[in-house]
């Protein structure tokens, strides 16, 4: 997402066919690692961020691990058929959307979920006046917010999707993850797409492993808690938010709306953008 001073980062997980068993995860002290895999979204660049850091938690404890890039919803199936070892990051309470999954208990992060729309969209959407506000979400994403004027969205798979249908007009707001919706911005140089809203949820984040490895839960939730305490749990997102200069990107705090400023056009739901 942004063109500027993050063109030099890439995404660096396009790859890899969805195959191979899945073995057991015993850490092994000695000898070779057997691996975990575990999934992550694709083309999220908070994952630039998660890979390294769960990637050292994970040799802490003996465990090497792979990612590979899986959509949301086919990683939760494959989670519950222990096809996959676990989940990179989800929000709190995604062990009972996959049965079976289990969550180390310190969180990542926390991320906010903000409005994005574009500035010279700003004064009709304060001022509340004219046809209802066209919303649209990433899909799975609208879950907590606790929005019911957004019962029926206009949903798209990808923040990058969601951010060019802000461009070409077919939504007025896009709700996501405002490091994610900025870090697209910044890379497609969206110049005139702001972040126009305060926090609507602030949510903390969590590692899932399928249930068969709980026997690593005790080893990797000391090994998290020990980072947290430390800050460095925190710090290598501070350093990613910092670096998108989100603050240029917000209007001013004066001027941010709240939930209730928009007025949301119930969609019919054969508009959606894509299926799952």
């Known amino acids: 997402m942004i063109a500027s001073h993050l063109a030099v980062v890439t995404l660096s997980f396009l790859m890899l066919a969805l195959q191979a068993d899945i073995v057991d995860a015993t850490p092994l002290k000695d000898g070779p690692q057997r691996r975990l ?10 994952s630039q961020v998660g890979m390294p850091l769960l990637e050292q938690i994970y040799q802490k404890v003996g465990v090497a691990v792979e990612f590979r890039p899986i959509p949301p919803a086919r990683a939760t199936n494959m989670l519950m058929r222990e096809q996959l070892d676990g989940v990179l990051a989800r929000f709190e309470g995604f062990e009972r959307q996959a049965i079976g999954s289990i969550k180390v208990p310190v969180s ?8 994005f729309a574009r500035e010279d ?17 990433l899909r799975g994403l609208s879950v907590g917010l606790e929005l019911e004027k957004f019962s029926e969205p206009m949903l ?19 709700i996501d993850v405002d490091a994610v919706g900025a870090y697209f911005i910044r890379d497609k140089g969206l110049d005139d797409i702001r972040i126009v809203s305060r926090p609507l949820r602030t949510l903390p984040v969590y590692h899932y492993l399928q249930a068969k ?15 947290k305490d430390q800050g460095l749990l925190d710090s290598p997102h501070q350093v990613f938010l910092e670096r998108l200069g989100i603050d240029s990107l917000t209007l001013p705090a004066d001027q941010l709306m709240v939930p209730e400023d928009l007025m949301v056009e119930r969609l019919n739901r054969n508009r959606l953008l894509a299926q799952p």
């Open 108 to 115: 990542l992060t926390a991320i906010s979920l903000v409005a």
């Open 121 to 137: 969209q700003v004064a009709r959407l304060r001022g509340g006046k004219g046809r209802p506000v066209r919303v649209g979400l």
């Open 213 to 227: 490895h709980r026997n690593l839960l005790p080893e990797l939730t000391l090994v998290m808690q020990e980072l």
């Open 156 to 174: 798209a798979n990808t923040t990058e999707q969601l951010m060019e249908l802000l461009q070409h007009r077919r939504i007025d707001v896009a």
């Open 37 to 46: 895999i575990i999934a992550t979204i694709p083309d999220n660049p908070l």
